[in-house]
C-alpha cells in the first residue's frame, strides 16, 4: 500500500473515530455549561451576606470614587452602606472563575438614592438618574420576575436575560440580576453584566482541555446534542461538531500514525525478508522453504547446480564465486513466473519449484534456464549449469528431490550443460 493510500484510510478511519469522540463529548459539555453558569450564580448570590452585614455612612450628592469602584449618590445627605470592599471581593472571584467576560458589576438599592458600579462607563450616570425618576426599577423587577424570587428556596433565585445590545455601549451582553430580599422586601439588585462570548469562551475552554473541536448553535454542525443554560428564558442552546473541524484537527494525527505505521511496515517488511530470503541472492532460504515443501504431495522442480564451481572459488576466489552464483540466481528468476518458487538450497545448488508443469514443459524451461547461463560470460567467466528435473503427483519431497538430484547426477556425468528429466 502507497503511503497515500494509508494516509486517507487513515484519516477516514481517525476522523470517524474523532467525530465520535466529539459526540460523547457534546451531552457533557452542556452539563459543564450548566454548572459553570450555576457557579458564576452562586458566586454573586454570596455577596448578599456581605450586603446583610454591611455597615452605611452618610454621603454627598455626587460621584465617589472607591479604586475601581464608582459610588452615584442623588440626592444629599444619603446614607449608603459600605458595600465598595464586598464588590471588589466579588469582582476578583468573577475574574479568576470567568477572565476577561465580566463587563460591569452594579449594586442598585430599591429606594435609596445611590448606586454602585465598577466601572462606571458613559452614559452610565444619566441612565441610572433618569431610571430613578422614571420608575424603570420597578418595571425590571417585574419584567425579570425578580419580585418574589426569595420564595424559590430551591429554584432559580437569580436570573439572567437573552443576549442583548446595551444602548449605551454598543456591546452585545447578558446581565445576571440577583435580587437581595429581607423580610419578604426588596432591598437590592446586584446586576452582573457578562459578554455575551462567555459561553464560546466556555466552549473554547471545555475544547482546549478536551481536545475536542465542539461549536456552539453552529448551523454547520452534523450531528447536535441540546440543553438550556440554567435560570434564564433563552431558546434551547446546541452543542456540536461539524466535519471540517473534525477534518483539520484529524490531519496531523492521522500524518503521524500513517508515518508510524509505514515505519513498523517496512520494519516488518524487511525482517520478514531477511527471515525467508537469502542475503546475498535475494531466493529464498533452505531453512524457510524445506519445510513448506514437506507438506506438499505434487512436485514439479528443478535441482540446478553450477558446473565446476570449485575450481572457481580454487582460482579467482571465494569473492568471485559469490558474485558468480549472485548473476546465477538473478538470471534464474528471470526465467519463472512471479508465482514460481526459487530456493538456494546449498552453496551452488539450486532448487526451482513451479506449479503444474508437465513434463515436455519442465524439460522446455530447464534448457531455457540453462541456455540464458551459458549464453553470455558471467563476472567474466564462462559458466555452465546441469540441471535435473522431475515432476509427479502423490509423492513426498524427499523422494521428489532424490529423483531430481539423480537426474542432475545424469546430466553431470553426460558431460555437464546438460538436462535430464526423470
Known amino acids: 500500500m502507497s503511503f497515500v493510500k494509508l494516509f486517507t484510510f487513515t484519516l477516514v478511519l481517525v476522523s470517524i473515530g474523532y467525530q465520535a469522540y466529539n459526540m460523547m463529548h457534546s451531552k457533557q459539555l452542556i452539563k459543564i455549561l450548566d454548572e459553570d453558569y450555576r457557579h458564576l450564580y452562586s458566586t454573586i448570590r454570596r455577596f448578599g451576606y456581605f450586603y446583610n452585614n454591611s455597615s452605611s455612612e452618610m454621603m454627598e450628592a455626587g460621584i465617589h470614587k472607591h479604586g ?32 476577561g467576560s465580566i463587563w460591569s458589576i452594579s449594586i442598585l ?15 452610565y450616570q444619566e441612565l441610572f438618574s433618569k431610571n430613578k425618576k422614571t420608575k424603570n426599577f420597578e418595571r425590571l423587577m417585574t419584567r425579570e420576575k425578580l419580585n418574589n424570587t426569595y420564595q424559590e428556596f430551591y429554584g432559580c433565585n437569580t436570573r439572567m436575560t437573552e443576549v442583548y445590545v446595551e444602548s449605551i455601549t454598543n456591546a452585545r451582553i447578558r446581565t445576571i440580576y440577583f435580587p437581595i430580599h429581607n423580610r419578604e422586601s426588596l432591598d437590592a439588585i446586584v446586576a452582573v453584566d457578562i459578554k455575551a462570548s462567555l459561553t464560546d469562551t466556555l466552549v473554547d ?37 461539524n ?59 528443478l535441482v540446478i547446480d553450477i558446473d565446476h564451481f570449485k575450481n572457481i572459488n580454487d582460482t579467482y576466489g571465494h569473492t568471485k564465486g559469490d558474485e558468480v552464483i549472485k548473476i546465477c540466481a538473478q538470471i534464474i528468476m528471470s526465467q519463472i513466473r512471479s508465482e514460481d518458487i526459487a530456493v538456494r538450497w546449498g552453496g551452488e545448488e539450486f532448487i526451482v519449484m513451479f506449479k503444474d508443469m508437465k513434463r515436455n514443459s519442465l524439460f ?3 534448457e531455457q534456464i540453462r541456455e540464458s547461463i551459458a549464453l553470455d560470460d558471467i563476472a567474466g567467466l564462462s559458466v555452465t549449469i546441469s540441471i535435473g528435473g522431475y515432476t509427479a503427483n502423490n509423492i513426498s519431497f524427499s523422494e521428489a528431490y532424490k529423483a531430481a538430484d ?16 526423470a
Open 243 to 301: 466535519f471540517t473541524n473534525v477534518l483539520k484537527a484529524s490531519l496531523w494525527p492521522s500524518f503521524l500514525l500513517s508515518v508510524l505505521t509505514h515505519i513498523i511496515y517496512c520494519f516488518v517488511h524487511r525482517h520478514g525478508q531477511f527471515i525467508k530470503k537469502d542475503e546475498m541472492t535475494g531466493l529464498y532460504r533452505r531453512d524457510y522453504y524445506e519445510p513448506k515443501f514437506k507438506r506438499v504431495n505434487k512436485f514439479s522442480l
Open 205 to 241: 475552554k471545555y475544547n482546549d482541555q478536551n481536545k475536542t473541536v465542539l461549536s456552539l448553535d453552529d448551523a454547520s454542525n452534523i450531528f447536535k446534542s441540546e440543553g438550556r443554560l440554567p435560570c434564564t428564558t433563552d431558546k434551547k442552546i446546541e452543542i456540536g461538531s
Open 68 to 99: 475601581d469602584i464608582s459610588i452615584i449618590v442623588l440626592e444629599k445627605p444619603t446614607e449608603v452602606k459600605n458595600l465598595a470592599p464586598g464588590l471588589d471581593k466579588l469582582n476578583e472571584r468573577l475574574q479568576q472563575f470567568v477572565p
Open 364 to 366: 522446455d524451461k530447464a
Open 109 to 123: 438599592e430599591n429606594v435609596s438614592n445611590y448606586g454602585l458600579f465598577m466601572p462606571l462607563r458613559p452614559g
Open 406 to 421: 539423480g537426474a542432475l547426477y545424469q546430466s553431470k556425468h553426460r558431460g555437464r550443460n546438460k538436462v535430464t528429466i
